[in-house]
């Protein structure tokens, strides 16, 4: 993710030789997995572990339609964007900016479909119409999802927090700190860009999870 490696200074620095100096590797085809090569050594709740020794979350940005917007308010947009990038460089810390397109996630509505389906045809039985219906609405979304038809377009931003060692109470006190810290980074952004309706939410565990499968390509082919 583009983070700083620190040097080495002390003893028991010295002993955290592996997590801080990870350096990634290409596979050794059929003896190494994606794990072996890459940067994330776990996931603790709502946050990434990398092998670098360093806590991450991931915030996730509504997008700005500059379409709408004539030269002059697009003009704009990227002055108050750019000075809101100053302001937290000026902290010596390490942001990153991901814009991707994925595919669109229809697990949810195929789930109420699925639901409703079951539900027609217990209560309904006789009306072959509307299960009809529904299962095709099942297909339907099934179909989009797996062929990956819609995509949409989503903004991350990665935040970090050092981790001191590899103890448990480390890794909690950097959890504690980071989300403070990305607590202080989304009013901050939307402060700056309120004007535009801009809103930032800090992702969950399954979120992170979907934003991965996508990044290693899982499901493509």
């Known amino acids: 993710m583009g983070f700083k490696k620190d040097k080495i200074?002390?003893?028991?620095?010295?002993?955290?030789?592996?997590?801080f100096d990870y350096e990634p590797q290409q596979l050794d085809l059929g003896k190494a997995s994606i794990h072996d090569m890459s940067l994330i050594q776990a996931q603790y709740y709502d946050f990434l572990v990398t092998k670098t020794g360093y806590l991450v979350c991931l915030l996730k940005g509504t997008g700005i339609n500059l379409d709408l917007l004539n030269a002059s308010e697009q003009e704009d947009v990227f002055n108050e964007f750019n000075a809101f990038l100053m302001s937290t460089l000026e902290e010596a810390d390490v942001h990153q900016y991901l814009d991707m397109t994925i595919p669109v996630a229809f697990d949810d509505y195929v789930l109420f479909w699925k639901k409703r389906y079951l539900q027609v045809r217990e209560e309904e039985p006789d009306n072959q119409a509307k299960i009809t219906l529904l299962a095709s609405y099942v297909d339907y979304y099934q179909t989009l999802q797996s062929t990956n038809e819609m995509s949409t377009k989503v903004h991350v931003i990665v935040l970090r927090e050092k981790l001191a060692d590899k103890?448990?109470?480390?890794?909690?006190l950097a959890a504690l700190h980071l989300t403070e810290k990305s607590q202080h980074f989304i009013r901050e952004l939307e402060s700056s860009l309120e004007s535009y309706d801009m809103a930032v939410t800090r992702l969950n565990a399954y979120e992170i999870r979907g934003i991965l499968k996508h990044l290693f390509n899982f499901s493509q082919h």
Request: proline fraction near 6%.
């Open 167 to 172: 103890s448990k109470t480390s890794l909690e």
């Open 9 to 19: 200074k002390t003893k028991r620095q010295a002993d955290l030789t592996p997590l």
